[in-house]
């Protein structure tokens, strides 16, 4: 890759992984990635952030090149210790032998984990509130602890309104575009809302204080650099990027519900289209969503943004399926607020699908609506009107918490 000249003297420097379809190991990235590291010429030449290790020879050329064939650097800041964008910051230290290493406080800790050589490189802490000089520019630092990390950190260089946000803000993004305004709004708009709901979601109050606190801070950005994906040009791009992540961290309510299920023999399959007409007749726009069909990390993007979460299983050898329990596991993890939640599910003899589902979903603080629907074997009439009377109720509860 060549490097890209951002601004005057600032260079990006990153990867492009056009490949990457299992960002993080546990979420689909289905457009591939990014890994973006950027270098900034001034007196001392500082590079922020390096790549995925595979990437490392991409990074060595750009540096080169930004360089102009005399390759230095004297700072490296590190924004995150994630192998993502740390993995090759060994050899990265071996070969250029930086006067400083700027990171975290947590940082610092990561760092010593990850590489147990590293007693002897020059690290300096620097905690919210340091600034460093690079020669006509000053670095500012905010820490930005578990967004999403505890070592993520924010680097603010005044001088030319540019911030280096680490995984915040970030798309999972492949291209020969740098820019957001080079590409499509509402494919970009999918692609932020899908990062945020897989990577950030579980941070959601502190997304909000670091929001107000960048706020409180009056920084002037008109350039927003994440790790992955495209760049935020302009003080309208910046705003939309911030503006979004207090929506999504907000959480508010929607009109929208997500049935998830797997089935055996298509009973719990037919119960779940039986309460979806139930929510359709209240005006609720439904995504009915198979665990066979949907990865978790595509059931959640959903789930992100709907106000009921609706899971069904049949009962498999007294639990539930495991596809269906894979789902609800990651789901926890990321800590969806303010859903109704609701539980349908057949069986052969034992019955615990529904007990089972309703515990995980109340173990996420959402509030089930009830009765739930739980049929042996065959769905007869009742049972689909059941499951209709269901999905309306869900369908109530959201339209009312909508105009409470
Ligand atoms: Fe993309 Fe937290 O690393």
Known sequence: MKPVEIK????????????????????????????????????????????????????LCSI?????????????????????????????VERFHPEKI???????????????????????????????????????????????????????IPEDKIA?????FGQNWASNERFVDEVDSHALDTALGDYYANIVLPYSPVVLKTLDALAGMNLD??????????????????????????????????????????????????????????????GISVRIMSVKHNHHSAIMREVFDASAVLVGSPTHNNGILPLVAD?????KGLRPQNKLGAAFGSFGWSGECVKIITEHLTGMGMEMVEPSVKVKNLPSHETYQACYELGKKVGAAINAKLSA
């Not at 979420?27 to 890994?35: I, K, V, W």
């Not at 007693?119 to 670095?139: A, E, L, M, N």
């Open 221 to 282: 950005i008109d350039m927003l650099c994440p790790d992955h994906g495209l760049i935020w040009r302009g003080k309208e791009a910046v705003a939309h990027a911030l503006d979004s992540y207090r929506q999504y961290a907000l959480q508010k309510p929607t009109k929208k519900a997500v049935i998830v299920y797997d089935t055996m023999w298509h009973s719990t399959e037919k119960m779940a289209r039986a309460i979806c007409d139930g929510l359709s007749d209240e």
């Open 64 to 92: 080169a090149q930004a360089c102009e064939g005399t390759p230095r650097l004297d700072y490296i800041v590190v924004n995150h210790l994630e192998p993502d964008h740390a993995g090759c910051l060994d050899r990265i």
């Open 164 to 168: 280096f946000s680490s995984d915040a």
């Open 327 to 331: 789902v609800l596991t990651y789901m």
């Open 8 to 59: 005057k003297d600032i260079f990006w420097v990153g990867a492009v992984d056009w490949n990457s379809r299992d960002f993080h190991g546990y979420s689909l990235s289905p457009r591939g990635t990014t890994y973006n590291a950027f270098l900034v010429k001034d007196e001392k030449i500082t590079l922020f952030d390096t790549v995925k290790a595979d990437f490392h020879d991409e990074l």
């Open 102 to 156: 700027f990171c975290s406080p947590m940082g610092e800790k990561a760092l010593r984990s990850y590489y147990h050589h590293s007693q002897d490189w020059p690290v300096v802490v620097v905690p919210t509130g340091t600034s460093i000089s690079i020669g006509k520019r000053t670095v500012q630092f905010i820490e930005t602890r578990m967004l999403h990390w505890p070592d993520n950190m924010i680097s603010y």
